[in-house]
């Protein structure tokens, strides 16, 4: 059984998180990098490391010292377009810790990885004390990310329901709850 660290990423630890991340928009995802959805990816330390009130953590094998899983939270709330004007207005920025980049190799998957740094993520944001909900947005296209996500929070909105009437864009909004 493999042992895995979790903890705040560093500096040194930005290339593999970021080869993580790379990868699983690449694979998972099938779209690659788009500069306006993944600007974060390619810059990780100005996202994630620099804001006071955001964080990007790794979890990192044990036996070979490598970053085999991401999770990232930002004061950030979803941008309306592309998400519904309804969810934006729900979640806005400063008040709303978004949980993103929420990623584990695909040989490291069911092991706890996710679970754990979202955890993690949950006890950054209530310690932060300013948040007044948690929010993430997922593609239920990758395998066992919606599962997950409903394991954890509520569905707010789910745009599969308006792609038939010409919106949407098949992405499901979660709330998760906060627990101070």
Known sequence: MRDYCI??????????????????????????YVPRWHGDIIDPASAYLAPARHTL???VD??????????????RGPLH???????????PSGATAQLRRVYVRPEHRRRG?????????LAFAAAD?????????????????????RSLGKVVHDEREGVGAGGGQSVVHFEVPLIR
């Open 7 to 32: 903890r705040a990423a560093t500096p040194d630890d930005l290339d593999g998180a970021r080869a993580v991340m790379l990868d699983t928009v690449y694979r998972d995802f099938g779209t690659g």
């Open 62 to 75: 044990e036996g070979d010292a490598h970053v085999v899983a991401t999770a990232a939270l930002d004061s």
């Open 129 to 149: 004390g300013a948040y007044r909900a948690v929010y993430l947005h997922t593609d239920p296209a990758v395998t066992g990310a919606e599962g997950f996500w």
């Open 113 to 121: 990885l996710a679970r754990r740094l979202v955890a993690e993520l």
């Open 81 to 91: 377009p592309p998400n519904p004007r309804h969810v934006a207005e729900r979640y």
């Open 57 to 59: 953590l790794v979890a």
